[in-house]
Each structure stands twice: as structure tokens, then as C-alpha cells.
């Protein structure tokens, strides 16, 4: 049975499609089965991991909208074990669509039990919003991984996010976690990155992962040829933080 993990933060350019894709091709390449499901219209996940939108005929919008098994809608990816729900922007439609639908806060959920069993982890990348999908992400979530960018203002925004994971147990998914904190974008050569890291370690405490990532480059290289840091260069750090993250979440599990 696959454990299932949200990685959100409603602000966007965090980190949050670089942790998915990449502890997702991380968790593959130690030969776990995994899934991940892009619920971003920009479907940056999609095309990171060489999917090709104009590609892609039926994504996660007709399975949230249209009720189209999640089954056929599931394709490969440039990862060995790595499957992907891609995303395109008609996704951008469904936030309001969504509002006038029944049961518009489980339809993820539904979808995702009937493959649930054909996987060791489904991670699902959420839009920079706290609106219809990433509730759907968090209702069908056994927890949730939020990546917090080391800048300035890097807890403005928790309190509401947090408020969101609350109000998701309160109604939908008692049972709903935060599997962990994560660091991302490190400069190592400034102090402010080193401040907010103390920060926000004393606020999450032991929820921060052990891991931190530092700023990369080859990670931000690695989308554009579509592929995740493990195939794109398995030597560069980039690839041994998220091995690193890996390790840990295997580990809370
Ligand atoms: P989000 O999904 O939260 O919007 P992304 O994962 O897309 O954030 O990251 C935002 C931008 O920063 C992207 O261009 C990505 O390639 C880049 N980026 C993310 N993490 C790193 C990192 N550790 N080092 C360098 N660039 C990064
Ligand atoms: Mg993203």
C-alpha cells in the first residue's frame, strides 16, 4: 500500500516541484515504485520529467473533472519505477469548476485508492495556492512534505498553510500529517540562509529534515532536459541531497 505525500507551500518558487521530482527519481532509484501526480496547471512536474504536453491527451483535470479512471490517465517517465499523472494547463479550469461539483473535496482521493495498491509511494506536487486541489492533494494524503525556501519571509504563509492541514483533519482526513519540514535553496556563502535556517528549526523543531538543500545549479538544469537530478547528473550534490531526503523519508516510514 503506497504512502502518500503532499509537498506544498502555497508560495510559489520554493522548491516544490524539485522536491517532488527529485525525491520522487530518488525513492525510483533505490527501487521504489512511485507515482507522482502533478496538480499544477503549469505542469512543470510534467515536462521536468520528459513528458510532452502537446503529448498528453487526458491529464489529472479529466480525472478530477471528468471522472476518467486515474488508471488511464497514468504514463511513463524518463525514471526507471517512476510513473507520472501529468498535468497541462487546462487544470487551470478546475479550481472553479471544482466549487459547483459533488464531493469536490475527495475526488483525488477517490482516485488515487484505486491504484494505491500498485505503489510504495505516490507524492502528488501541489499548485502555489491553498484552494480546491491542494485540499484534494491533502484529503488524499497520508501527510505532507512542506519545502521552505531559505530567504527572507520563509515562515510568512506557514500559519495559513498550517491552518489548511487543520481544517483538512477537522473534516476530510483525521489522520493527516506533516511529514516534515525541508530547507531548500541554501546559500551557503551568506548568513541570512544560516539564520533562517535557525528559524525555522525553532519553530518546526524536529519536524525539519536533517537533509538541507543548498542551491545547485545542475538542479535547475536538470527540468529543462527533462530529466530528474538522478539522470541528469547522479555525481553533482544536488543528486546526493535528495538521495539524503530520501533516505529520511524511507526512514519515517
Ligand atoms: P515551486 O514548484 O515551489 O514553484 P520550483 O521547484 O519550480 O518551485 O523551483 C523554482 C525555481 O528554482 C526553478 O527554476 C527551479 O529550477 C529552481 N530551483 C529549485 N530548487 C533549486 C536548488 N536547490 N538550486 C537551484 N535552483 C533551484
Ligand atoms: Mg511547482
Known amino acids: 500500500m503506497a504512502q502518500i505525500i503532499a509537498v506544498a507551500n502555497q508560495k510559489g518558487g520554493v522548491g516544490k516541484t524539485t522536491t517532488t521530482v527529485n525525491l520522487g527519481a530518488s525513492l525510483a532509484y ?12 503549469q505542469g512543470n512536474a510534467t515536462s521536468g520529467l520528459g513528458v510532452r504536453k502537446g503529448e498528453v491527451d487526458r491529464d489529472i483535470y479529466d480525472v478530477l473533472i471528468n471522472e476518467v479512471p486515474l488508471e488511464d490517465v497514468i504514463l511513463p517517465s524518463s525514471r526507471d519505477n517512476l510513473s507520472m499523472v501529468p498535468a497541462t ?22 482516485a488515487v485508492e484505486t491504484v494505491k495498491d500498485q505503489y510504495d509511494y505516490i507524492l502528488i506536487d501541489c499548485p502555489p495556492s491553498l484552494g480546491h486541489l491542494t485540499i484534494n492533494a491533502f484529503t488524499a ?14 515562515l510568512e504563509g506557514l500559519s495559513q498553510l498550517l491552518n489548511t492541514v487543520r481544517l483538512v483533519q477537522k473534516h476530510f482526513n483525521k489522520d493527516l500529517k506533516v511529514e ?5 535553496m541554501l546559500d551557503a556563502r551568506t548568513n541570512l540562509g544560516f539564520e533562517v535556517v535557525n528559524e525555522v528549526k525553532k519553530y518546526f523543531r ?33 543528486a546526493e541531497v535528495y538521495q539524503a531526503l530520501a533516505e529520511e523519508v524511507l526512514n519515517n516510514g
Open 89 to 110: 494547463i487546462q487544470l487551470a479550469g478546475a479550481e472553479v469548476e471544482l466549487t459547483s461539483l459533488m464531493a469536490r473535496e475527495t475526488r483525488l482521493k477517490s
Open 30 to 41: 533505490v527501487g521504489k515504485k512511485v507515482l507522482l501526480i502533478d496538480m499544477d496547471a
Open 206 to 238: 524536529e519536524k525539519v529534515y536533517q537533509t538541507i538543500i543548498p542551491r545547485n545549479i545542475r538542479l535547475s538544469e536538470a527540468p529543462s532536459y527533462g530529466l530528474s537530478i538522478i539522470d541528469y547528473d547522479l555525481k553533482s550534490k544536488g
Open 141 to 154: 494524503s497520508d501527510s505532507v512534505l512542506i519545502p521552505v525556501q531559505c530567504e527572507y519571509y520563509a
Open 180 to 184: 516534515g519540514v525541508l530547507l531548500t
